[in-house]
């Protein structure tokens, strides 16, 4: 039998440990201590404080905005997603491959640059913005152009996770259905959606952590007005920069918090689903 060579790593075990230490130093000096001091700094004086900085009006208008944005935006690209993922999977047409890019393009695009597109179409001095001014409708610099910003950015991931799972399931079962007498909307309720639920969840899940976490083209749009079209990562930023640091890490813990949760999550459902995340 041909005698298997042993790997590098196996032959020198102190290279195998020099990676590991190289890996968990990046990790320390990139993460972990960041993350420690943010958690210190709002702790440092105690929790009465930290709760007094979570109550202060500007935090909490910041929460419910950044939630707003999230109750309009998820459930618009999520509809957007399995409409996107049902056309692309099971049709094909001139224009597959273009509308497949365009889904991309937020992943290749700055959201800064997106924002300052937006502004350059709906702002005052953009293309519709005389129209917009004529019908007293305002996009830019309040809550619709947070909306498009927000949407755009998280665009992708409700149907970069649906297509893989339709094109795998097959079409098998939704022509059964359809054979047996179900009409479109009972073969899609009925067949379609349980076979894609938890690529679905995945989706939802990744499009709401990227609502909620979206600085750079929320930024460009909102105009970050305390009170008024400032969300949580916007809060965080302007506080440090007015000196309210404590504010601002304990707004950076809650965001923090937000996002370990959605780890949580998506752990559950890849471990339950097999799902692997995308490149």
Known sequence: MRS?????????????????VIAIGYLALVLLIPAANVLFQAFHKGVLPFLENLLEPDFLHAVWLTFALALVVVPLNTVFGLCAAWAIARHRFPGRTLLLSMIDLPFSISPVVAGLMLVLVYGRNGWFGGWLQALDIRVIFSFPGMVLATAFVSLPFVAREVIPVLEEIGTEQEE??????????????????????????????????????????????????????????????????????ESAYAAA??????????????????????IKPNA
């Open 4 to 20: 298997v060579k042993p790997s590098p790593t196996q032959e020198k075990p102190w290279l195998h440990a020099l990676l590991i």
């Open 176 to 245: 059964a259905a359809k054979t047996l007498g179900a009409n479109e909307w009972q073969t899609f309720w009925r067949v379609t959606l349980p076979n894609i639920r938890w690529g679905l969840l995945y989706g939802v899940l990744l499009t709401n952590a990227r609502v909620m976490g979206e600085f750079g083209a929320v930024a460009v749009v909102s105009g970050n007005v305390a009170g008024l079209t400032q969300t949580l990562p916007l809060f965080v930023e302007d506080a440090y920069k007015n000196y309210n640091t």
């Open 253 to 274: 813990v809650i965001l923090g918090l937000l996002a370990l949760v959605t780890l949580v999550v998506k752990e559950i459902l890849e471990r339950k689903t097999g």
